[in-house]
């Protein structure tokens, strides 16, 4: 008796090659997802501390703080991507991912920098990112898909 050799893959074969990358893509996916959200939440915290850091030295040099969207250009000049005039004026993160606006805090001559998702992200987590006058962080998410706020700033 001769066997004859069937070339190809079992039904069984196939079907523990789709639970593999069934259980692996079921994994990975919503890490990867997590990583980007971080990657770009990351650009925005990096956005922020760099505004501050220009806040400080004009007030070194002035006396004084920007707290006014409409006087963004003076902060940073053409150094970064600015968008819009006057009091809609915001700094661009470079790839959009994030818009910038600053706010006088009342009575205290300081200044709040809040970092707004642009069109180009969506974070519901964490919402807008803010940077005070004080160096005191914050964001704006709440609810039941709002990360903690140490999170966010990871």
């Known amino acids: 008796m001769s066997k004859t050799h069937q070339n190809g893959f079992t039904l069984i074969e196939l ?8 259980i692996v893509a079921a994994i990975a996916i919503p890490n990867y997802m ?3 959200d971080r990657s770009k939440r990351s650009i925005g915290m ?10 400080e030295r004009r007030y070194a040099q002035n006396g004084a703080y920007i ?3 409409s006087d963004l250009d003076k902060l940073v000049g ?3 991507n600015l968008e819009g005039s006057g009091a809609t004026q915001r700094v661009v993160s470079e790839n959009r991912y994030y818009q910038v606006s600053v706010s ?13 998702p642009g069109p180009a992200f969506n974070d519901p987590a964490c919402g807008d990112l803010t940077l005070d006058a004080l160096g005191v962080k914050g964001r704006s998410a709440n609810g039941s898909d709002a990360m903690p706020l140490e999170q966010c700033w990871k």
Request: proline share 0%.
């Open 15 to 22: 079907m523990m090659a789709v639970a593999i990358i069934g």
């Open 34 to 36: 997590d990583y980007m």
């Open 46 to 55: 990096a956005l922020l501390q760099e505004l501050a850091a220009l806040q």
């Open 67 to 69: 707290t006014s969207n």
């Open 78 to 80: 053409r150094s970064k």
């Open 104 to 116: 006088s805090v009342a009575d205290d001559g300081g200044y709040t920098l809040t970092a707004a």
